[in-house]
């Protein structure tokens, strides 16, 4: 993640750059990675970037006291 004083400077797609130059060097087929739902900012960075949803995974709240 880019910390919030260093975002709009392009730092950004500087490091998802960086990172698809790794992954080609490595013939990999596509890059994955996570975004939380609630992560507005980071889900409009990589669908203007061209990454698409897939389908999501679905796992119980760890964080929850109810059953």
Do not use: C
């Not at 060097?25 to 739902?37: G, H, Q």
């Not at 970037?49 to 389908?55: D, G, L, R």
């Amino acid at each position: 993640f880019v910390d919030s004083r260093h975002r709009k400077k392009g730092v950004g797609r500087l490091l998802l750059e960086a990172a698809k130059g790794w992954a080609q060097t490595r013939s990999l087929a596509y890059i994955e990675l996570v975004v939380l739902e609630n992560n507005a900012l980071g889900r409009h960075f990589y669908e203007r970037e061209a990454f698409t949803t897939v389908p999501r995974t679905m796992r119980p709240d760890v964080y929850s006291n109810s059953t």
